[in-house]
């Protein structure tokens, strides 16, 4: 019989949520975070967000490009929003690498969730595991919510897209709402320094033809082999507790309705999750009254998730020509500062921590399409190459 480890908490998904909920406990015990893949493996998000987010964690190593401007095609227009917190792509392994790198005293392992036993222990892999804290970081699927008797994702509210990235440059993240090859859904190209990356989304969850439809938006018939990846992300707030285990990411449905903005909840609600439960590690607080805490913690922005996920189902629902004047009134400085204020506050950055109780100590430039670290990078090698070629 495989043998019972104990720890004093487990993560379950090492992507950005669990990655943040696993830093806040670094060093509070012992402390274990499974994936079915490694750190840094099964990329499907666009790798936009705000600035502010690579600044407060001190990761601008992974920074590509800054976009202090961002366009939405709508019935024919191009309609510009300048950003009053700018965005910026990123390098999604350098993201993870540098996080993932900061947990000296946590425990990273390759073991996929397999089930949980009916006195609460978690099989992951060939091991079983038991702990007094569990946080399911599980990504839209919510395996471990789901074992714990919660309801599974509501297919109805997840939005799907895939995407592919093409060499050529840019500046503003650029996006098309609604266009006549996907009525459901959008388009987008995100500048990354020394590539562009360029997908297709549909708000109803309609997974067959987004590919289909990329390659006739890029004027191409088909792409390569494995050159375009993709997935599902949820567009309702869900439930942040199941019985004694926090939610966290996409598996609490903490992804941004209408924007699709994902990595930013996760990693500021991961880290929510991961300080509440340290703070059971440490005695300062019963795992009731974390999980009251941080559920208190979420249910803040639930407003703000309804009013998004309503206007996300009004915008699909109503012919173009009606939503497009809304779009280009939202553009008008004084609304469109207010509306990026409240968008900022959703899932403030400012929450952000380096490491428990660290904030960072430098700044990030924010100038006019400035490319980051990242690119750099990528270029050096290839410039070594050539140089040794020579």
Not at 21 to 32: F, I, S
Not at 47 to 62: K, P, Y
Not at 150 to 169: I, K, N
Request: net charge neutral; hydrophobic share 40%; proline share 6%.
């Amino acid at each position: 019989m495989t043998t019972t480890e104990t720890y004093d908490a487990v993560v379950v998904g090492a992507s950005f949520a669990g990655l943040a909920a696993a830093g806040q406990l670094d060093g509070a015990g012992r402390v274990l975070l499974a994936d079915r893949e490694p750190v840094g493996v099964g990329e499907t998000s666009a790798c936009g967000t705000l600035l502010a987010v690579l600044e407060r964690l001190d990761a601008g190593d992974a920074l590509e490009q800054v976009h202090p401007t961002v366009v939405i095609n709508v019935a024919g227009r191009r309609v510009a929003f300048d950003t009053t917190y700018p965005f910026c792509t990123f390098d999604f392994r350098t993201l993870c690498e540098i996080l993932a790198g900061r947990l000296g005293g946590v425990e990273v392992a390759v073991a996929p969730f397999k089930g949980i036993e009916h006195d609460g222990t978690l099989v992951l892999g060939d091991r079983r595991v038991k702990a007094e804290v569990v946080i399911d970081a599980s990504g839209w699927r919510r395996v471990v919510a789901g074992a714990l008797g919660a309801a599974p994702a509501d297919r109805g509210h997840l939005s799907t897209g895939v995407e592919t990235r093409h060499h050529q440059g840019g500046c503003p993240l650029e996006f098309w709402f609604r266009p006549p090859e996907r009525p459901d859904g959008v388009f987008w190209a995100f500048p990354a320094g020394d590539h562009v990356r360029k997908g297709s989304a549909s708000y109803a969850g309609k997974a067959k033809g987004l590919r289909e439809d990329l390659a006739r938006f890029e004027h191409v018939e088909d792409f390569p082999a494995r050159a375009v990846h993709g997935g599902w992300f949820p567009a309702r707030l869900g439930e942040p507790v199941a019985e004694r285990a926090f939610v966290v990411g996409d598996a609490a449905g903490q992804c941004l309705p209408l924007t699709g903005e994902g990595i930013r909840p996760a990693l500021v609600f991961g880290q929510a999750a991961g300080r509440e439960a340290r703070a059971v590690l440490e005695g300062d607080r019963s795992l009731e009254e974390a999980l009251a805490r941080y559920r208190a913690t979420v249910v803040r922005s639930r407003l703000a998730y309804r009013v998004l996920e309503r206007f996300q189902d009004w915008s699909v629902r109503l012919p173009v020509p009606v939503v497009a004047p809304v779009v280009r009134g939202c553009a008008w400085a004084p609304i469109s500062r207010r509306l990026q204020a409240t968008y900022w506050s959703v899932a403030d950055p400012d929450t952000l921590e380096v490491s428990p109780g660290k904030r960072p100590t430098t700044s990030l430039h924010s100038g006019c399409c400035e490319t980051g670290a990242a690119v750099a990078h990528r270029k050096a090698p290839a410039l070594g190459d050539a140089a040794h070629a020579g």
